[in-house]
């Protein structure tokens, strides 16, 4: 099993910058693909941003330019960086983490609220 802890969510202003981390734990050494992923008020949890395992990252098309995914795969650690910040990225943003390449997130965090205010 794998655990996932998110932290640095919370109230931020349109236009500012935000970072997330995650913290894995458990079987790490399982883990291939790690990912961040929103759910919006009302709305599907849709995969924001994906960091494979080969050091590739790959983004949602309405995030990318705004959004960075890197990750420490020696710690198993994935963090999310937002910049110019929209009222549209508030949610709950998940870390998720896969022990295949093929995109079934068997991982889930517990979620962090981010919400931005205009």
């Known amino acids: 099993q794998v655990q996932l802890v998110e932290s640095g969510g919370g109230l931020m202003q349109a236009g500012g910058s935000l970072r997330l981390d995650c913290a894995a734990s458990?079987?790490?050494?399982?883990?291939?693909?790690m990912a961040w992923a929103r759910q919006a008020p009302g709305k599907q949890r849709d995969v924001v941003a994906v960091?494979?395992?080969?050091?590739?990252?790959a983004y949602l098309p309405s995030v990318e330019g705004r959004f960075t995914i890197f990750r420490d795969n020696a710690k198993k650690t994935v963090s999310l960086q937002i910049h110019s910040l929209e009222p549209e990225d508030t949610g709950v943003y998940y870390c998720?983490?896969?022990?295949?390449?093929?995109?079934?997130?068997?991982?889930w965090g517990q979620g962090t609220q981010v919400t931005v205010s205009s």
């Open positions: 998720a983490a896969s022990s295949t390449e093929d995109g079934f997130w068997d991982y």
């Open positions: 960091a494979f395992s080969d050091g590739s990252s």
């Open positions: 458990g079987n790490i050494q399982t883990i291939k693909p």
